[in-house]
């Protein structure tokens, strides 16, 4: 999913571009000192300053909780190193989840993890708890939207594809890895027998709690295929709509484009 994201290349494209905006303000800064120097020894107006155009880079993973898949977006884009200087990072990472208990958990690891100035001083990672349905952020806000494992569990699928697609900016890119369905035919023979008969035992046998296997390969069974994913996407706005499916099916990732 990192790499299908080009996160860390565009990671890399906004660090050099801050690099030049940080050179380019210390020299309009210097500057403009000196010409305001020069003008209040004259008795004149102070000359302005242009404004730095910073831009940033906005990462929305939704249910998300426990951090695994924003700390490999950290990582890539290098936000710990950045965390060594002052100011607010140009790349910014967001968890978002419906489960406060499990925000804590992410909130916990990443400042184990990382330390606390990433998410304190340069703001580089955030917890926000919220409903993939009806996210609690502004229109337009984020360049690139992530939700792995988690579209499946969503009571109303369209609603949050329309939300996501609400809540990133014109030319900003949706990412959903899921599991999906097999297309192979023996394949898909031998994984609905293990699927039925050997995980809800392994989950009574290991974690006590065979409910929760037995439902998390009904759920699978009971999601859309991919092509009707790809449909919904389109109908809620995502053009070049399309999937790539990894281990024959069992998991596939789906993605669209908000258009410019």
Known sequence: LLRMTGVEPMAKAVRRRASLNYAKQATTETTTATAAK???ENGG??????????????ILDVAG??????????????????????????????VCDI??????????????KYGSALLDDTKALTFVEGNAQY???????????TIAFGLRNVTDVDMALRDAYRVLKPGGRFLCLEFSHVTNVPLATLYDAYSFHVI????EVVANDRDSYQYLVESIRKFCTQEELVRRMEAAGFEDA????MTGGIVAVHEGWKPL
């Open 242 to 245: 399309k999937y790539t499916n």
């Open 45 to 58: 107006a102070t000359a302005s300053e242009d404004d730095v155009d910073e831009r940033v880079l906005s």
């Open 99 to 112: 489960n406060p208990e499990m925000l804590r958990v992410g909130e916990s690891r990443a400042r184990k």
């Open 65 to 94: 909780g426990t951090g695994d898949v924003a700390f490999r977006f950290v990582d890539a884009s290098d936000c710990q190193e950045r965390a060594k200087s002052s100011g607010v990072d140009e790349i910014s990472v967001t």
């Open 135 to 145: 996210l609690p952020f502004a229109d337009e806000k984020f360049d690139l939207y």
């Open 200 to 203: 809800p035992k392994l989950g």
């Open 38 to 40: 020069a003008t209040d």
